[in-house]
């Protein structure tokens, strides 16, 4: 299975551009850098010890997207390895702040940034999706993280 | 809203080809074919009468794709607008197979057979998914329909 | 095939949410408000008498997105019938700032608002992907527009 | 990167459920799983040397689906990880049929079928779609590999 790393408060998901990923136009369609941010923080709380379907099971607690503040540099294409990148760049009772970035590695080392963005995620009751305290469990974890 | 119609057992249901439809091979990405058909398969049970969400919540009944069999024809492009059909070739105590068939109307109406598929649908419990009875009512819809 | 309506400079086109649409936390998923944005964009051009495809073909011209600043205020799940609205709110020389809205009406008339987003379009040369002045002919159907 | 594994003619991709492929019915959304097979066919043949970009660049020739025999056995849920199989059934001139297998290891190394497949793809002109011979070296590579 896919492995991510971990340095500096950064973490890196790496993902694979396919087939299902680009569009007519020879590039990766916008909606799919969405897709591939939210693996990265999946794979994020992941790598810190936290499954989401536990979360939701045990806490009743699941995160949702409150705003996405994206920025499209250049267009990734198909076969490109990319690497998303996912870390904390603020903490509150409710919600987190993410910073994430996808990147593609050239040639000769060099990094082409695809897309940045600043998302927002809240912590809602499963059922009713009405805003909750972030669990404290989860809190200490992103304490340690930083 | 979009509207579907229906003449001599066959639901046609319109469907436009968007960005996010194709990939960078200039054409319709295979799956989303499926996405399409699906979209037909719940609009004319919506011209039925039947809604999948109240099936679900009433009756703890869902529908689930047991077998797709799929011929990919001619491909179908960004913009095409896209007539998809489905009708019931087989009704059993707790599936049903349909016949579905994707076209595109050309100039001076000369259709094209973009993609033709037999897709049995298994009625299953929404908790366990274990398979069930289709309801009564939902069989006698269909009867009325044949 | 669905239509759409415009009104005061707002753009609206109509969007059903289907299975396809939704995710395990028995919701729209996040990226595909994307889409739907898009699918509206599209609309909205096709309803000025502009095809994306005739504008690569014959300018070699081709529309890619910037920037999405969005906000996602409640939830929209399946079945749910939304307005997916577009408006002009700024027009540059070789990008266009587009607001555009999700709209989920309710009983009575009640509208609630799923989403809203700030979309920075661009026009690049369908080759290179490099900046290019939108056409004029475009320039004048939105002035016509505003 | 993600790593597959070959043995006995089997190859073997890792796909992980993410939230963008299930339904709000809780498992995988059916054609979401043509998607994983897709990509386990594209891994299979950059695992043989053969990159799909450079055939179309070098050899104008791209590869399509021409039919897809699926079974749906059980569903697949959030956070599942999946082992998604290809391998050569049958190869002709112009196409070549895969046999494809999606399952998921369970607790003390059972194995669950969730899909399989018959695949058929054909080879064609990345210009006109009109089916054409495959690529000598190809069809030797598949040759060394049976």
Aim: net charge neutral; charged share 25%; with cysteine.
């Amino acid at each position: 299975m896919n492995e991510g790393s971990y340095t500096e408060g950064i973490f890196s998901w790496p993902v694979r551009v396919y087939y299902e990923d680009t569009d007519f136009a020879g590039v990766v369609y916008y909606a799919n850098y969405l897709k591939f941010m939210e693996r990265s923080r999946t794979e994020y709380l992941r790598f810190l010890g936290v499954e989401q379907g536990t979360l939701r099971a045990e806490n009743n607690c699941i995160f949702v997207v409150r705003q996405a503040l994206v920025d499209f540099h250049q267009a990734a294409r198909f076969n490109d390895a990319l690497s998303v990148q996912t870390s904390v760049k603020l903490k509150r009772k409710a919600s987190i702040l993410f910073h994430q970035r996808i990147e593609k590695v050239e040639e000769e080392g060099k990094k082409l940034l695809i897309c940045s963005a600043d998302v927002t995620i809240a912590c809602v009751d499963a059922g009713t999706f009405r805003p909750m305290r972030i669990p404290r469990f989860l809190l200490e974890v992103f304490e340690r993280d930083s």
